[in-house]
């Protein structure tokens, strides 16, 4: 055989037996991904267990807040040079210090849609909530009371269950989503140009302050508050 033939031959033999190591790696590699994770490339940080809490962020993704037994914040690995937390007392303050410049969003264009994640923040517990410039998930959290503020954010909720008083104060052109959830008393306060939709919420009691240029809309079992008066 020419020497010509048998460097082919190698050559031929090397190149498949390349292909073959490569695509057992990639097996191997596509085998170790975990495609019911949504947040398995997320980078993950450290929080300390504080059931009050304070979010100033941006509203170019969404920020989730979930019941967990322990404490993690899971943030998108583009997000994540911009997180910055820090402590005061017993409340847990979260900023993020991107410029979002040319990226305004308003909260009322985000009613019915959730941003792409980019916080998965889980807590133990949740007493308090305030949030300025962001779109956030609020779900599964079940504590005795709950006191939660808007400033020019959208807030949508999911399996929340509280068993005495729930306080909402929305303001600055903010949006709140209340789904199935449950309260003991519901005392909301809408102000300026801010809304809230009651979407088969439950609660035993309802006190409504609503401004004139505010909107409260009620679906499903919450129409029964329809003869509350603002």
Not at 15 to 25: D, E, I, P, R, Y
Not at 36 to 49: A, G, I, L, R
Not at 190 to 202: A, E, F, I, P
């Amino acid at each position: 055989m020419k020497t010509s033939h048998i460097l082919l031959a190698i050559t031929l033999l090397l190149t498949l037996t390349g292909m073959v190591a490569a695509n057992l790696l990639l097996k191997n590699q596509y085998q170790k991904i975990d495609w019911s994770n949504d947040y398995q490339d997320f980078v993950k940080k450290p929080v300390p267990t504080l059931r009050h809490l304070v979010i100033r962020a941006a509203p170019t993704a969404e920020v989730i807040i979930e019941k967990s037994r322990d404490a993690q914040a899971l943030l998108l690995p583009s997000m994540a040079q911009s997180y910055q937390t820090r402590q005061r007392r017993d409340t847990l303050i979260i900023d993020f210090t991107m410029n979002y410049d040319g990226q305004v969003r308003d909260p009322h264009n985000d009613i019915d849609d959730a941003l792409p994640a980019g916080l998965l923040l889980r807590l133990p517990d949740l007493q308090s909530l305030r949030v300025s410039n962001a779109r956030v998930t609020l779900r599964n959290f079940a504590p005795d009371q709950l006191s939660v503020s808007l400033l020019n954010t959208r807030l949508r909720t999911s399996g929340l269950s509280v068993a005495g008083p729930f306080n909402l104060a929305v303001s600055q052109n903010s949006f709140a989503v209340l789904d199935k959830d449950r309260c003991g008393a519901l005392q909301l306060v809408v102000q300026d140009s801010s809304g809230v939709r009651l979407n088969n919420t439950q609660a035993q009691m309802f006190t409504p302050t609503v401004s004139p240029n505010a909107e409260v809309q009620l679906r499903g079992k919450a129409l029964q508050w329809l003869s509350v008066k603002k």
